[in-house]
């Protein structure tokens, strides 16, 4: 058994849903154990005009019914095309998944027709972007656009639909729904830009919402009431949620496991408070570290940080990813990619010195 | 004595206290504003944008003076300003002996060397047919900095003192990741040995690694270079690692202003106290959600400032005396003030 599986028996107030997007109240014990989600060795490349770049190696991770997970590393680690993959919206060419499973509630999404896929997305497993404005239609307005998922996926009338939206409007905290059903999103600021986003991705009752840092665009105190909004609405419908931000403090906030990526590897995984009080491998230390403003250190006192910088994903060498950039590298992790270790039932990591006797 | 110079009592320093300017002040700010006229309609009004509305702060030589602030709080229209790229509706900029407030034409440019920025977007603000190496050395010929002859050797120097490699000078931006592009930017700020750097939100365009980095290069380069930072930044975190001293800006007025750890560890004003709680936190303790103050809505737009505390709109402990009369900064406490009515209710004594 993965660590990863494990996860999932801890869970049980969320009420799971069947493939027509009815409740189903109760289900056989042995569905309500497996996670929502599975990911199993997702492997993605690219073809560029350089070469192949393998942007995702062998990527497993698992959602809880009702659960948060944060998917946390710099730019270009392969947190959102982990999402994207998963969403089967990476563009083949010049993108492949080149192996793995993603199995949702049951089954493999990669092995669904076109059409089934539509089914899922919008209805089963939604999605929210960084920037509101790009993702929201200018020549509809917010109704409409509301209104359309809900149509499409349910089948219901055009004025129920609506009605949906104004009740989505009014959920997500937006005054007078009413009469912004009605408007187009260039009258809309960007924090309520993005409660619209929230109201069309929850309009269907998704089980599962992925937020591509759906708060970097914003203040930090429109962040703080899209956390709160993201949070209330998990505990109010039950709806899982993976997300993917560069901010540990997110993480620390918002979520209840943590998956850590490097170059388009996990890394580490595990519980936010085990990870953020006892992070194993070397990067997510640093990450944690080097976060400015965490603790009071003395004027003039430098942060701690990571030297170097990504290594490019073209020339992926045979060894540990992070060798060059880590302060404890040991010759073995030049010489052969470190195994994925399991901690506890809860934690893994992925690091020789993890490893015992090894190093 | 502190180097700020709001602490004169009852408030903002009057015009006339701005002689008796402590001798380690480098940039002293005095009731700046900057209003940006809209066109009105054809028959609406004429409209104007208060984007930084009577602001003064001083700077001290040597130390990092942090603005924070949202969207719409007029801190980079605050450092535009100081830099004197935009127009500026009344109020003064001194640095050091020199009124650069109302400088024009020639006379500005020979001052510019004086003080230079590092702007957001490290994508932007390169030329990208221009080899890193050249862009320092266009700053080094345009400033007229030492010996024609001397210059690339200069410019190989600032190239390695901000963490670059010598071989990377024949380089193409677009061949550089953000970060060292920020390097490459900090380099050709510091060409003409500025005593100033306006730095506009540097890091925030960064991964979080590479930000440390960069952070601590700015420390490093303070030290060695004598520096002088004005450091504009949403991000409470970063300001509070690198600032001395802080001021959060609110609408175009400062609101709060201490040196950091006064800020910090007890901020005043109910915005400065909504904004430290908003950022999200690693510490368990800091997290009860509770005893947060939570803003409702989105910053008003400065084109219509309300009558009174322009905060009263959404802050959580305003009374009909706020939304009447604007209040003023008062000091409160060494070094400290703050621009709140109901400030000494609020906070328990410390």
């Known amino acids: ?359 | 004595m502190s180097s700020t110079g709001i602490e004169a009592p009852g408030g903002l320093p009057p015009a006339e206290q701005a002689d008796a300017q402590a001798p380690d002040t480098l940039l002293r700010v005095r009731d700046l504003k900057v209003h940006f006229p809209l066109g009105g309609g054809l028959f609406g009004p004429k409209r104007v944008v208060k984007a930084v509305d009577g602001v003064s702060f001083d700077v001290k030589r040597g130390s990092t003076f942090g603005i924070v602030g949202e969207s719409g709080s007029g801190k980079s229209t605050t450092a535009l300003a100081v830099m004197r790229l935009v127009k500026i509706t009344a109020g003064t900029v001194r640095l050091g002996e020199a009124e650069i407030g109302h400088l024009e034409g020639e006379a500005l440019r020979r001052e510019r060397r004086r003080f230079q920025m590092v702007f957001q977007d490290p994508y932007a603000s390169l030329n990208p047919r221009k080899r890193a190496g050249d862009a320092i050395l266009d700053a080094l010929n345009l400033m007229n900095v030492g010996e024609s002859a001397a210059r690339p050797a200069r410019a190989r120097e600032l190239f390695l003192s901000t963490g670059l490699r010598p071989e990377q000078l024949q380089l193409f931006p677009h061949q550089f990741s953000g970060g060292q592009r920020q390097r490459i930017v900090l380099a050709r700020a510091l060409a003409a040995q500025p005593e100033l750097v306006v730095c506009d939100e540097p890091v925030s365009a960064l991964d979080v690694a590479i930000q440390a980095q960069m952070l601590n290069l700015m420390m490093r380069l303070q030290r060695e270079f004598g520096l002088t930072y004005l450091f504009i930044s949403h991000d409470l975190a970063v300001v509070r690692h690198l600032c001395d001293e802080v001021a959060v800006m609110y609408l175009g007025r400062i609101v709060e202003q201490a040196p950091r750890e006064a800020l910090f560890s007890r901020p005043l004003h109910p915005y400065t106290r909504a904004l430290w709680s908003a950022a999200p936190s690693f510490d368990p303790a800091a997290r009860t959600r509770g005893d947060r103050i939570r803003l409702q809505g989105d910053p008003p737009s400065p084109l219509n400032i309300p009558p009174g505390c322009r905060f009263a709109g959404r802050c959580p402990f305003a009374v009909d005396v706020c939304r009447q009369t604007e209040p003023a900064l008062r000091p409160m406490g060494v070094s400290h003030t703050v621009a709140c009515h109901r400030v000494e209710e609020l906070t328990q004594p410390a």
């Open chain 1, 1 to 359: 058994m993965s660590p990863t599986d494990a996860i999932a028996s801890d869970v049980t107030h969320a009420t799971p849903r069947q493939a027509d997007g009815t409740a189903a109240p109760s289900r056989d014990a042995q569905q309500a154990e497996k996670p929502l989600l599975q990911v199993e060795g997702l492997t993605v490349e690219f073809r560029t005009r350089r070469g192949t770049a393998r942007v995702l190696d062998d990527v497993s991770l698992a959602v809880g019914r009702g659960q948060t997970l944060g998917v946390v590393g710099e730019s270009g680690c392969g947190k959102s095309v982990t999402a994207l993959a998963l969403m089967r919206l990476i563009a083949e060419p010049p993108g492949r998944i080149v192996a793995g499973s993603v199995m949702f509630d049951g089954r493999d999404l990669l092995q669904l027709p076109e059409a089934g896929m539509r089914r899922v997305r919008g209805n089963r497993i939604s999605m929210i972007f960084q920037e509101p404005m790009t993702s929201l239609n200018p020549a509809y307005t917010v109704g409409d656009q509301i209104a359309e998922a809900v149509q499409l996926h349910e089948g219901t009338s055009r004025r129920e639909a609506l009605a949906r939206a104004v009740a989505m409007l009014q959920a997500v905290g937006i005054p007078a729904p009413s009469q912004r059903v009605h408007e187009y999103p260039h009258q809309f600021s960007g924090g309520m830009r993005q409660r619209v986003m929230i109201a069309m991705a929850l309009a269907c009752k998704p089980d599962l919402l992925i937020a591509d840092e759906p708060t970097t665009a914003l203040d930090v105190t429109v962040q703080a009431q899209i956390f709160d909004l993201i949070h209330d609405l998990r505990e109010r419908t039950g709806t899982a949620v993976m997300l993917i931000t560069h901010d540990m403090g997110a993480v620390a906030e918002m979520c209840d496991r943590v998956l850590v990526m490097y170059a388009g590897r996990v890394v580490e995984t595990g519980p936010v408070a085990a990870i953020l009080g006892d992070p194993r491998h070397p990067y997510t230390r640093g990450l944690i570290a080097c976060a400015p403003g965490r603790r009071i250190v003395a004027p003039g006192q430098p942060l701690e940080e990571i030297a170097g910088t990504v290594p490019s994903l073209l020339e992926r060498g045979s060894g540990c990813l992070f060798a060059d950039r880590c302060t404890q590298v040991q010759p073995r992790c030049r010489a052969e990619a470190p195994p994925t270790v399991a901690l506890d039932a809860q934690r893994s990591v992925q690091c020789w010195l993890q490893v015992e006797g090894a190093a």
